[in-house]
């Protein structure tokens, strides 16, 4: 009996040395969770027969450290959480790893080739998106003419009237005091300039003319416009935009509308704080990175960003009902886990995110070390009670 005691003790032994191993193999595996043995004792009845490994837990609700990898598409999770993702078969797994990247056709996808689970987004579109796979478009970003031009600035109430007027077929500088120029789009991306002329219209009043050119040549509708202050200096008109209307054709007509609010009339040197135009050229897929709310951006040539994907993360109510498929991922296949929540990153209990870095393995070595020894006086221990066993058996034999 005591020889199958021992023999068990090693065989439990040799399971524990298993997760012991395995731990520190992974000691740098990302979002690796530490395997524990846990042992329990075997009965025949209420005789004791031995030892044995019961069950394998793994750590699941301690964090690893957060590593730096400079990667757009890397992200770890800052509290409770996991990323979520589908196997080729429908199978949905969950993980900590966020090591991401688009695959061959265009679907965002983790470290494994699972397509990674979200909402996907329309550009321009208030929505919360469809629900599944996200797709990451790679076509030709089409240019979006110019709507709004955004000006604020300090006129400087210094200035004089301008000794000659304006005029638009030709404007002098000794016609105006201040000029500033705006880059606009047409239907077709071809890029305009929007030309500003400012210049105060009395010495001893509040306000100053604005006369506008388009391509050097003055729109069919928005020339001008008279900007008034009060005596602090105070933009007082209203509305305070100017409707400007032109036809660049063969692309369809720029209606453009120039809002002036913040612009102030004060003393010293005129200064621009805000000269912003809506719209873009044309422009090709680049790349693709993940913002820190989880929106999964794609970036075009022109400069322009869109969110195009929003990251969801799952939390569960009973994480460690969670069922290992590897040592990074698990399944919730059983209704042990509880309530299963998915959210945006940062959103109710689910943890924030932080790019550009990916969750270390929570493993100590140090304890692992230690467990390492105490695995082996135990192996030692076992060894000898079989080693004693045999010894009293073959001093019995001689006997006879």
Do not use: C
């Not at 679907?107 to 494994?112: K, R």
């Not at 509305?239 to 609010?261: G, H, K």
């Not at 040539?301 to 069922?323: P, R």
């Not at 959103?347 to 493993?363: I, P, R």
């Amino acid at each position: 009996m005591s020889f199958n005691i021992a023999l068990s003790g090693i065989q439990a032994v040799n399971e524990q040395l298993n997760s012991i191993s395995n731990n520190i193999a992974n000691a740098s595996t990302y979002g690796y969770k530490a395997q524990r043995a846990n042992f329990s004792s075997m009965y025949a009845g209420s005789q004791p027969t031995g030892v044995q490994v019961g069950s394998t837990t793994q750590n699941i609700g301690l964090s690893g450290g957060v590593l730096s990898t400079g990667r757009s598409l890397d992200a770890s999770i800052n509290g409770r959480g996991f990323f979520v993702s589908k196997t080729g078969s429908g199978e949905t797994v969950y993980s900590r790893v966020g090591i991401f990247t688009k695959d061959g056709s265009d679907f965002l996808v983790d470290s494994a080739g699972r397509r990674v689970q979200g909402n996907q987004l329309t550009p321009g579109v208030e929505s919360d998106g469809v629900p599944g796979d996200i797709k990451v478009p790679t076509q030709t970003l089409k240019a979006k003419p110019t709507t709004e031009i955004d000006f604020a600035a300090n006129l400087s109430a210094d200035w004089k009237k301008p000794a000659i007027a304006f005029d638009p077929a030709a404007p002098d500088p000794a016609s105006y005091n201040m000029t500033k120029v705006t880059l606009a789009y047409d239907s077709q991306g071809k890029s305009h300039t929007v030309s500003q002329y400012f210049a105060r219209t009395d010495d001893a009043t509040n306000s100053v003319a604005v006369y506008t050119l388009i391509d050097g040549q003055a729109p069919s509708a928005g020339t001008g416009i008279t900007l008034t202050f009060d005596q602090d200096g105070k933009l007082t008109n209203d509305p305070t935009t100017l409707a400007m209307t032109y036809d660049p054709a063969p692309a369809a007509e720029m209606n453009i509308t120039l809002d002036y609010v913040g612009t102030t009339f004060q003393a010293g040197e005129a200064t621009t704080s805000v000269n912003i135009a809506d719209g873009y050229t044309t422009g090709q897929y680049v790349g693709v990175e993940l913002a820190s709310d989880g929106k999964v951006v794609a970036k075009y040539s022109n400069g322009e960003q869109q969110a195009v994907g929003q990251i969801k993360l799952a939390t569960f109510s009973n994480e460690d009902a969670l069922i290992p498929v590897s040592d990074t991922s698990w399944t919730a296949n059983g209704a042990d886990v509880g309530t299963v929540s998915l959210d945006n990153p940062g959103k109710s209990v689910a943890g924030s995110l932080s790019t550009a870095t990916l969750e270390g393995s929570n493993v100590d070595i140090t304890s692992e070390l230690v467990g390492l020894m105490g695995s082996q006086r135990n192996y030692q221990a076992n060894s000898k009670v079989i080693t004693t066993e045999n010894q009293m058996l073959q001093s019995l034999m001689q006997a006879m």
